[in-house]
């Protein structure tokens, strides 16, 4: 974790260090799968190389890759001085280095940060979100977000989902090689090779489950873990919870069909874009909103009962 005034977590350390531990062991097993699987130590180290390059991309550019998703551009203070003012002040607040500041034309509120590293981050804001929320109520949110890059949990989340992705993609690539060799085999001695594809199949689906979850779990923590530490900043923990309660309002209003252009990047949103949403499964990206509210609470009662 970055060196700053936001409250530290030993929790969200923890959590990070094991998901990455735990899905760095992941790809090491699939590649040693397909190793067995198609007797090519060639093809297996290819695949490594693959996933490795698709998680050095993601992290090396994921501030540009999120601004696009969200068809967003960058600010200037010229162009933005109340969002760029709020955000000086914050990171004045926080010690940090302040990020770049964004902003996506698009009436869905909300709010996300991206970045490799607190230097090469972006925080964007949604038009949407800027009409919503009040001046409080938008400070909760960007120091929210701002604990996110101060955490490194974004860049975590972003490393994280390339075991799912190249999961996925050896999983196509198993189900087209299966196909493909036995009807290629004809009677021959393609048994052996067919079932070493199906092997590699089940591998990689069970990487990609277990990504799918652990990142799920780490995503849930982590909004936690920034609404913690926002709050005992800006030391007002009722406007973040406000903030959240009129987010998830709007977005409840929001055809589901609408939602669908910003799915993929749920997991950094402040609240997830799923109409009427209090998911609580174990897919869910985020805690449900009455656990955030509670938490907020509790914080508000001890800021409350603390003597200065």
Known sequence: ????????????????????????ALFVALVVAIMVAVRSPGL???????????AFYQWWSSDKV??????ARE???EQAPELHGMIDRLCALADMPKPRVGVADMDLPNAFATGRSPSRS?????????????????????????SHVA????????????????????TQGARFGALSGVGRSRGNNNNGGAAALVIALVVSLVVYAVSFFLTRLLSRYRELCADRAGAYL?????????????????????????????GAMNSFFIAPAISGATVKTLT?????????????????ADLGSTTY
């Open 1 to 24: 974790m970055a060196r700053t005034r936001f409250l530290p977590d030993r929790g969200l350390t923890a959590r990070m260090t094991l998901v990455l531990f735990l899905l760095g």
């Open 44 to 54: 297996a180290v290819l695949v490594g190389v693959i996933g490795l390059g698709i």
């Open 66 to 71: 999120a601004m696009r998703a969200m068809r």
């Open 75 to 77: 600010v200037t203070p």
């Open 122 to 146: 972006v925080v964007c804001v949604t038009t949407g979100i800027l009409r919503t929320l009040t001046a409080e109520e938008l400070e909760g949110v960007l120091a929210h977000e701002l």
């Open 151 to 170: 955490h490194r949990d974004v860049m975590v989340m972003t490393i994280a989902s390339s075991a799912g992705i190249v999961a996925g993609m050896v």
């Open 234 to 262: 800006t030391m007002k923990p009722a406007a973040l919870a406000s903030a959240l309660q009129k987010i998830t309002g709007e977005i409840s209003m929001i055809p589901q069909r609408d939602l669908r252009t910003t």
């Open 284 to 300: 869910s990206t985020h805690p449900s909103l009455e656990q955030r509210l509670e938490q907020l609470a509790r914080i508000q």
